[in-house]
């Protein structure tokens, strides 16, 4: 986990002191707290509670960004594409490995030597172009290049070079 808080606090109840740690999630909202037994006083060691998870509201969160799965894209490339008016062509497709089978995949815009690959075929123009633009953050400014991945609505989005299908996604 990426970002991870971890806050200790001991509470006083009448004579028993009850020390309870929480373990917040930010990406899903969950808390798992590590407390004493009610009215242990600290005796017996500690029990789990986890509350109920919570889905993110809009994901995917920056924090779920995988970096360097693929062959790398030229930046500027990328910088080109995005600013461009270009439009989804769902007809480009191509195939990836999924445990022992092979999956269908899209590319549905290129650019030079940039790509972007999806799993589905149906995310919007301005979901590409957020989900694509999220993905610069992996890029490395000394090499001027870039490739990564991240969870969309359904599946995955990647930026990588022209071959970048099969590692992508």
């Known amino acids: 986990m990426k970002f991870c808080a971890i806050c200790a606090a001991l509470f006083l109840s009448g004579a028993s002191q009850v020390l309870a740690i929480f373990f917040l999630n930010p ?37 779920e960004l995988t970096c360097g799965v693929a062959g790398d894209a030229i930046t500027s490339d990328c ?55 999220e993905l610069l953050e992996c890029r490395s400014t000394e090499k001027g290049m870039v490739n990564g991945r991240i969870p969309v609505p359904k599946g995955f989005l990647c930026v990588a070079d022209q071959r970048g299908c099969g590692d992508c996604l």
């Open 79 to 133: 910088d080109k594409l995005l600013s461009s008016d270009f439009s989804l062509e769902y007809d480009n497709t191509c195939s990836y490995k999924l445990g022992s089978d092979r999956a269908k995949a899209y590319r549905p815009a290129c650019s030079g030597n940039c790509c972007i690959y999806t799993t589905h075929d149906d995310l919007s123009i301005e979901q590409v172009k957020k989900y694509t633009k």
């Open 27 to 63: 990406r899903v909202g969950s808390t798992i707290a590590l407390r004493s037994p009610k009215g242990g006083g600290g005796k017996g060691g500690f029990a789990l509670k986890k509350k109920k998870e919570r889905k993110a509201a809009n994901p995917p969160l920056k924090n």
